[in-house]
């Protein structure tokens, strides 16, 4: 017998996962090299380890609630753009220096494909039918590139902004190809990094690795914590001290809104001597179904909505908030000593998190079923895993109106975070942008559109100021700013004040177009 297979058949009869070979015979030659090839990278005695941990957390954790050792997030460490607008400019301009200095990087969890969406391909990909048809990726790019403009214009030095891209193994070629077929979306290419996270196999109840077909292991993306073991496994943190990093903005693929790169963001964790923060928005109903950054004895987490009752859930502050309201969006700052620190010292204590899963599976006999209620798990980590590390941690709430529509499911009736939500988010965004910078919009029969909607409280200021800017009936006005010509609403007086405009309203590098007249 060839001694790879023999060693093979030892290791895996050591780790009680013998069975993974029951179908060896009726395998193919290639089918067999690439099964091998599979498990001669696979760590099983480890696996088996994080299999016995991840069981014992989770089902020592199972019935308990988190609600008697919560304690909301103390005002000292929040930042908000509601509470301390007179500090706004000075984060801002602060954050852009850091870039202007090539000190900031932003990282991207880009493993997700759109399966939710109905489509097999990554979901930065997916176009939520923008009068441009621009795709998550290049609604990122462009931001990225204009933040590096506005950095250049203050400070009168070329910077760069270098983009980390983190695929899983089902996404990375699919996303190289298309940012090289996209010619990187204006960016250089030896600024953007890509780099996979690692894949863990999915297992019985009784630690059994699960085989998805007679020669193909089933496995899964290990979550978005995976992240720190995968900067370290591929030299993502040597390129970054390489570059002179010292910041990085981590965030998810899938909110429409993100501000890459957020300077005011960036410049408030740095003036409060962070290394980790979270961004926050407001949760406003207790029932939504969001993870709340707290602490949790004494140390900052993210606890999730199934974690607590609802009476805490329901708890109210003296001004009315809910008490656990900052509601966590995936989108974090880090130093990079503190990252480095996560990387080489803490990440190996992460526990992994334990997700029962449907997974199909191939039986005795070698049939494959698909099964109607969960018949193993997942293994994953979290980005927010790491919090409790932080000396300094801090919170920073921004308006969810402005900054936080994610893309997950498919367009339906009354649906959630869909391409549909996603476009009117934007839409709504950019309409907000016009009329701030003195534009109005009049409709097909000259009428200027009011700016607060006819059937809300009319003349009510809420604690921005804008946030009911909107136009007067349930549907956005089409309205498409590209992020080439403003990042956040700046720079757009020159262009539209005093000036009224029929949707669909296009403004890009090309100047501004009216679509159609007259109507749809």
Known sequence: ???????????LADAGQSHLLQFWGDLSPEEQANLTLDLQGMDLQEINGFFKNA???????????????????????????????????????????????????????AGGQGTRLGVSYPKGMYDVGLPSHKTLFQIQAERILKLQQLAEQKHKIKCCIPWYIM??????ESTKEFFSRHNYFGLNKNNIIFFQQGM????????????ESKGKLSMAPDGNGGLYRALGNQGIMDDMERRGIEFIHVYCVDNILVKVADPAFVGFCVQKGADCGAKVVEKTNPTEAVGVVCKV?????????????????????????LMFNAGN?????????????????????????VAQKKIPFVDAQGQLVKPDKPNGIKMEKFVFDIFQFA????????????????LKNADSQDGKDTPTTARHALMSLHHRWVLNAGGHFIDENGRRVPAIPRGGATGSVTDDGNRNLKDGTDLPIKCEISPLVSYGGEGLEELVKRREFHPTLMIDENGVHELVKNGV
């Not at 017998?1 to 290791?11: N, T």
């Open 329 to 353: 969006v995936a989108n974090h700052f880090f130093s990079f000593s503190f990252l480095r620190d996560v990387v080489q010292k803490y990440e190996p204590k992460l526990q992994h998190h």
């Open 200 to 211: 863990l196999p999915a297992m019985d109840y009784s630690g059994k690795i699960i085989l």
């Open 297 to 321: 004895d004494g140390r900052y987490q993210v606890v999730e909505y199934s974690e607590i009752t609802l009476g805490t859930a329901e708890k109210r502050s003296a001004d009315g908030r």
């Open 391 to 406: 000396k300094t941690f801090v919170v920073y709430e921004v308006l969810r109106e402005d900054e936080f529509s994610p």
């Open 1 to 11: 017998m060839d001694p790879i297979v023999s060693e093979l058949i030892q290791r």
């Open 167 to 172: 695929t899983s193994g089902r996404t990375m």
């Open 55 to 109: 069981m014992e957390t989770s089902s020592s954790s199972k019935h308990e609630k988190m609600d008697n050792r919560m304690e909301p997030v103390p005002r000292e460490v929040l930042g908000s753009v509601t509470r301390d607008r007179e500090c706004l400019k000075d984060w801002e301009l602060a954050g852009l220096n850091y870039i202007s200095q090539s000190k900031v990087a932003v990282l991207l969890l």
